[in-house]
């Protein structure tokens, strides 16, 4: 089984709201990342986690707020977001470095 | 520093032509794995081909073919007969070995077979 699963599909919010993204895999893999990318764009790596241990935080501003609960699952807590955060959002998944990264569908975020 | 560069924006291509997308990186490490990724309209990246850099051997699978090039620093992807289903935003890109760098993607290319 070679799938990253990301909820939601697709995400209106406003300005004020908290939502959640949330990514899955099932492939043992210890190295999880969440991934922006903006329209014709590639994507931006934003975090990654390591053995559940965040290890690489992009100097990504504080209203993104990653969870690593366990070693499937993969969270990114939004509050307070910009216009300008509308993007698709990428998590991926790796059992160690240099190998590929396996992608899950992304979840296309507009905040109002 | 790592640097991947994919120099074609956009190519069209009329459906049974055959396609070559550039990538050349730059690295100063040794060790390093390079990779290609499928960006179909739908959004998911789909995994293509790795290679690490000790291996030069070129690959074919199906209609793909990549030529690994490490005196030139290139990684060039050919699609043999392209299909409409071809179409999509393809992405070259660089991880090296040493310590927890990230992967460096190029900004992509994207093909449009016509029918």
């Known amino acids: 089984d070679t799938e990253v699963t990301q909820t939601p599909k697709h995400l209106v919010m406003g300005m004020t709201n908290k939502k959640s993204l949330k990514c899955e895999q099932h492939m043992g893999h210890r190295a999880m990342y969440w991934y922006k990318q903006k329209a014709k764009k590639p994507p931006e790596l934003m975090f990654v986690y390591s053995y559940e241990k965040l290890s690489i935080n992009e100097s990504v501003p504080s209203r993104f707020s990653p969870e690593c609960p366990n070693s499937s699952l993969l969270n990114l807590h939004l509050h307070a977001l910009q216009p300008e955060d509308s993007a698709l959002y990428l998590c991926a998944s790796t059992h160690m470095q240099g190998n590929e990264q396996f992608f899950g569908p992304g979840t296309r975020l507009t905040v109002l | 520093a790592q640097k991947v560069t994919q120099a074609q924006t956009e190519i069209s291509v009329v459906e049974k032509e055959d396609v070559t997308l550039d990538c050349v990186y730059e690295?100063?490490?040794?060790?390093?794995?390079l990779f290609w990724y499928k960006q179909p309209p739908s959004g998911e990246l789909v995994f293509l081909i790795r290679?690490?850099?000790?291996?030069?051997q070129n690959e074919i699978s199906g209609r793909y073919s990549w030529n690994f090039q490490k005196s030139t620093s290139s990684f060039n992807f050919t699609i043999t007969a392209s299909q409409v289903v071809d179409s999509a935003v393809y992405f070259c890109a660089l991880i090296t070995h040493s310590g927890n760098t990230p992967l460096v993607f190029g900004k992509g290319t994207r093909l449009s077979v016509i029918a």
């Open positions: 290679r690490n850099s000790f291996d030069e």
């Open positions: 690295t100063r490490d040794t060790t390093y794995y």
